[in-house]
């Protein structure tokens, strides 16, 4: 991979995913310029550990540091909309951790504010960013398989039933539909001709008051149907196949897939399709963003985000789970 890293950017976070961001900067053959986190300290150690050559004592100097182009924001989800709001406000770009934000009403106000301050939005979501999914849609477009039927997505986690962590913790917006329902439904939008229009579901809630794991059956104006199953508490193969009229494709470990397999109907057959390598994920997203800032393409998929982050808070509403961010 061409190592092409342009602008200054600076984390808000010193997480898992901030330590992904910071090594795929190094990857490219770069680093990142800065970092922010509510814990001070935490903030010194993570830029130690990559040789950050700057620290913010607050989270507002990140957005008001004329150096900073983009802004990576890898925070729990009920933080992005009040950062979001303020580095947009700023002039800065944001690449923004999934889920986005926690509703649709949030995410408009976010994509106003981007287009007021003539900046970059866009939600990293590895499904629009990975090669595989890009190599598969132009096998798709090109028509060999035919429509597209049916499309089934499995995500199921095992996470320890503590109601204080993150996961089940309603005061950190935890559930199974944003932490990894986004995931399923980002590719179910990846592949579907038109957004879905009509969905059923099923939901059941931990003791804490979220989605503890859910079964959703969408359908779009095409016909086009998908189901989605997910858990938090019983692990599920990371798997998504798309049922088309003349073959299905199968994909494991889809979030960061780089391989899928095609099973011709006709004859049975098969062929094998690589694309990209997983490890490298963020770097792809990295690079899709610094490319869209630049103005040599805007492969963001936003609108895309839009349409996932629809179909959850309309799951959300059928489900009566609210967030206390959400409460009148």
């Known amino acids: 991979m061409e190592k092409q890293i342009q602008y200054k950017w600076a984390s808000l976070g010193t997480g ?25 300290d935490k903030g010194l150690a993570f830029a130690e550990k990559y ?11 990140a957005f008001e540091d004329p150096e900073v ?3 990576y924001i890898s925070t729990p989800h009920n933080t992005h909309i009040g950062y ?31 287009e007021d301050y003539h900046v970059k939005l866009a939600e990293a979501m590895t499904i629009f960013h990975m090669p595989i999914y890009r190599r598969l849609k ?16 499995n995500f199921g986690s095992y996470k320890d039933y503590d109601m204080t962590n993150r996961f089940f913790n309603r005061n950190l917006a935890g559930g199974a539909l944003l932490d990894i329902g986004v995931y399923a439904l980002s590719f179910v939008r990846w592949f579907m001709t038109s957004s879905p229009d009509q969905m059923l579901s099923q939901v059941q809630l931990a003791p804490s008051g979220v989605d503890e794991q859910a079964g959703i059956l969408l359908t779009n104006a095409q016909g086009e149907m998908a189901t989605v199953t997910l858990s938090l508490h019983a692990k599920q193969p990371k798997r998504g196949t798309l049922a088309y009229d003349k073959g299905y494709i199968e994909l494991y470990e889809y979030p960061r897939g ?7 109907t006709e004859d049975g057959s098969q062929e094998v399709i690589e694309a990209g390598e997983t490890a490298k994920a963020l770097q792809y997203e ?3 963003m610094e490319a869209a800032v ?19 808070t309309q799951l959300r509403k059928d489900w009566g789970l609210i967030y206390p961010e959400e409460e009148a």
């Open 84 to 114: 979001l709001r303020k580095a947009l406000a700023a002039g800065k770009h944001v690449l923004c951790e999934k889920s986005i934000t926690l509703n649709s009403q949030e995410l408009e106000e976010a994509i106003q504010l981007a």
């Open 258 to 264: 780089q391989k899928a397999v095609i099973t011709y």
């Open 16 to 40: 898992v995913i901030a330590n992904e961001l910071a090594q795929a900067m190094e990857a490219l053959g770069g680093k990142l310029y800065s970092v922010a986190n509510r814990t001070y």
């Open 51 to 61: 040789g950050i050559d700057k620290v913010y004592e607050t989270i507002d100097q």
């Open 69 to 71: 182009d983009i802004i």
């Open 286 to 288: 990295v690079l899709d």
């Open 294 to 312: 630049a103005g040599q393409n805007d492969q963001l998929y936003l609108d895309y985000s839009r349409d996932v982050m629809s179909i959850m």
């Open 138 to 153: 132009e096998i798709v477009d090109s028509g060999k398989l035919g429509p597209l039927k049916l499309i089934q997505m």
